[in-house]
């Protein structure tokens, strides 16, 4: 009888356990990107630079379907990418360093650097780069770069102006970048009319990686120009 009363009582255990729902992983943003047909496009941003306004930028893939959000409320909050359905596929917070972000995602140290450094813009400029490089890293290595095109006019300008042009150069280009993965370049930002990014790349991690460096630089247009 002891016997009978144990089997029946696991009986009822394993019928509980099969109703309880099973905890979902957050998604993983190379994922969604993968099967976004190789191009992103991140919307524009509907404010002035410097204001404290809260953001919601739909991301779409190349048929132009919504597959991410951009959300941006402040400085301190960071960037937040999610899911059509409000699914958080990536918290990123203000890093050590200013004009950084950095997360963990996929069980990895995400760090995106942006290169504002005197050293490193010097060194942009001399090459004739009206931007600085923008870097992410995942656990210290990199996984994708936005690089901007050199200008001819970028050294004179600085030079003639007694590097005052440095503080205003930055705006009057196009902002096109090529994205770089180990040097290589394996696809590109476009900006159109609207003042959205397209990135087109055929690695997908540079892709996504390259996404993330220019949220970098979405939120540092937002909230960093004050």
Same mark, same amino acid.
């Given at each position: 009888?002891?016997?009978?009363?144990?089997?029946?009582?696991?009986?009822?255990?394993?019928?509980?356990?099969?109703?309880?729902?099973?905890?979902?992983?957050? &998604?993983?943003?190379?994922?969604?990107?993968?099967?976004?047909?190789?191009?992103?496009?991140? $919307?524009?941003?509907?404010?002035?630079?410097? @204001? /404290?306004? /809260?953001?919601?930028? @739909?991301?779409?893939?190349?048929?132009?379907?919504?597959?991410?959000?951009?959300?941006?409320?402040?400085?301190?909050? $960071?960037?937040?990418?999610?899911?059509?359905?409000?699914?958080?596929?990536?918290?990123?917070? &203000?890093?050590? /360093?200013?004009? @950084?972000? /950095?997360?963990?995602?996929? $069980?990895?140290?995400?760090?995106?650097?942006?290169?504002?450094?005197?050293?490193?813009?010097?060194?942009?400029?001399?090459?004739?780069?009206?931007?600085?490089?923008?870097?992410?890293?995942?656990?210290? @290595?990199?996984?994708?770069?936005?690089?901007?095109?050199?200008?001819?006019?970028?050294?004179?300008?600085?030079?003639?102006?007694?590097?005052?042009?440095?503080?205003?150069?930055?705006?009057?280009?196009?902002?096109?970048?090529?994205?770089?993965?180990?040097?290589?370049?394996?696809?590109?930002?476009?900006?159109?009319?609207?003042?959205?990014?397209?990135?087109?790349?055929?690695?997908?991690?540079?892709?996504? $990686?390259?996404?993330?460096?220019?949220?970098?630089?979405?939120?540092?247009?937002?909230?960093?120009?004050?």
């Amino acid at each position: 009888k002891k016997s009978i009363l144990v089997q029946t009582h696991t009986s009822k255990m394993d019928k509980t356990s099969a109703i309880l729902p099973t905890p979902s992983a957050s &998604p993983q943003l190379q994922d969604v990107v993968a099967n976004a047909g190789g191009s992103v496009t991140l $919307g524009r941003n509907y404010m002035k630079p410097g @204001s /404290e306004s /809260e953001q919601l930028i @739909s991301i779409t893939d190349a048929s132009g379907a919504a597959i991410l959000q951009l959300h941006m409320m402040s400085w301190d909050s $960071g960037v937040f990418l999610r899911m059509p359905d409000g699914t958080e596929v990536m918290k990123l917070v &203000p890093g050590a /360093e200013y004009g @950084s972000l /950095e997360g963990t995602h996929g $069980g990895k140290l995400i760090k995106i650097l942006y290169g504002n450094s005197i050293s490193a813009t010097c060194s942009d400029l001399v090459q004739g780069k009206p931007l600085n490089d923008v870097w992410l890293l995942e656990d210290g @290595s990199e996984v994708a770069r936005l690089v901007a095109h050199t200008h001819w006019w970028v050294v004179p300008v600085v030079t003639f102006s007694a590097c005052i042009g440095v503080c205003c150069i930055h705006c009057h280009q196009n902002h096109d970048m090529q994205i770089k993965r180990n040097d290589a370049v394996v696809g590109n930002l476009t900006t159109t009319e609207r003042k959205e990014n397209v990135l087109t790349a055929s690695d997908h991690g540079a892709l996504s $990686g390259a996404l993330l460096c220019q949220c970098l630089n979405r939120w540092l247009w937002a909230y960093g120009l004050a």
